[in-house]
Every structure is written in C-alpha cells, then in structure tokens.
C-alpha cells in the first residue's frame, strides 16, 4: 500500500478561503517536506520539518511523528498558491531518500 | 537565476537508444540526487550521491547510469530506452550532511518521451 498517502487528492477554493492537506505516513517517517509544484512544473520548497509546527506567511505545516501525520494549512488562499502540493517523508538512515505522496491538486478561483 | 541547471528541458528519444540528461548545481552542496515523476507513480527516489560517492541506487536496471564527473554535476545516463521510461526526471540537491536529514532542493526537470 501507499507508505504515504495525501488527501484530498483534488481541492478547488475561493480566493481569500482557508484549507487544510494532509499526509498520513505508514512508515516511521523522522522529517517531513512539503513541495509546491507549479504549473510550470517546478517543485519548491514549502518547508523541512522535524516534529513541530512551522508557520511561512500564509503558510503552516506541522508533523506529528507518533500519530503519524503531516499537516499544511493555507490561508487567505491567492491565485498563485494553484497547483500540486506534494508531502515527502524520510525515514532514518535514509538521508535524501524521500518518499513522496500522490500529491493534492489545488485549485484557486477568483 | 535557477541554482540546479537541468539540460535539456524536453528531450524526445526513438525506442533503444541511449540519452544523458544533463544536471549541475551552484548552491556549493555536497549531495545530489535523481528522482523520476511518471504519470502513473508519485515522484520516485532513483539515486543519490555525496561527495561524487553513489550511496543510495534504488534503481531496478542497469540501463540507468548516473555519472559524476565533478562535485556539482550529476548527469544521468539511460541506455536501451523503452516507452516505460518517459516521465519527467528531476535532479534534485541537498547541504550533504550524513549526520543529518536535511531540505532537498530540485531542478526545473528534464521531460523524456521515448517513442
């Protein structure tokens, strides 16, 4: 089965609402990284997480390593946040082998 | 200005032959890595490397070669392509800190289509 599943698979938002993705992880995950990939195809960044909360502007991921999942919430969604969000896990002793959800596609409506 | 430079973009190939996607990095990291998106599968760790030492090959066929031939290249070789192959290969790279887990960081993506 999927080691790290992502739902919802599709999201479509108005302008300016709030939403919430997340990851559930059947491996123990020790890090977590969420990615945007635009239309254009390019995978950014979001943020790295160890267990905790990150807050980046409109942005705020968290991950709970014992309960196994992984959080980010988007508020006051913009236009340009559109696209697929993807959460990696990396279990230990594994560095820089992420594994990689399905991805939710996001879509934002003015 | 992109700091991962994957060459090239899109990349078109006839069945059984042989192409290497280009990839180098200017963040002065010391890992970097391939990972592969096809249309059917989430993105796919294929290799890793640190210090220009492959650590990780998760990679079923030998038909895919990474190459290095400097700290901040890592170019991917495929040789004997099938259709099975076209997706969208990404390099990606990281500080390269074995102790530690750490943020990756990836190119724009080489697009293979094998016909």
């Known amino acids: 089965g999927d080691k790290v599943k992502q739902s919802p698979s599709a999201l479509s938002l108005q302008e300016g609402t709030n939403s919430a993705l997340r990851c559930n992880f059947s491996i123990a995950a020790t890090t977590v990284q969420w990615f945007l990939q635009n239309p254009r195809g390019s995978l950014i960044n979001l943020f790295y997480l160890v267990p905790g909360t990150k807050e980046n502007g409109r942005l705020k991921s968290a991950f709970d390593s014992k309960e196994s999942y992984s959080t980010l919430h988007i508020r006051d969604a913009q236009l340009e946040d559109s696209g697929t969000y993807f959460c990696?896990?990396?279990?230990?002793?594994?560095?820089?082998?992420?594994?990689f959800g399905q991805g939710t596609k996001l879509s934002i409506k003015p | 200005d992109p700091k991962i430079i994957q060459k090239p973009k899109y990349l078109v190939a006839v069945t059984g032959s042989e192409k290497i996607l280009i990839c180098e990095q200017y963040l002065g990291h010391n890992a970097m890595y391939w990972y592969r998106q096809s249309a059917k599968k989430p993105l796919e760790f294929m290799f890793s490397y640190s210090y220009q030492k492959l650590m990780d090959n998760q990679t079923a066929s030998s038909r895919f070669q990474p190459q290095s031939s400097k700290k901040n290249h890592l170019d991917l070789q495929i040789t004997a392509l099938k259709p099975d192959d076209s997706a969208t290969y990404f390099c990606a790279s990281s500080q390269g800190r074995l102790s530690s887990a750490e943020t990756l960081y990836f190119g724009s993506g080489t697009r293979l289509t094998v016909l």
């Open positions: 990696a896990a990396e279990a230990l002793n594994n560095q820089g082998k992420l594994i």
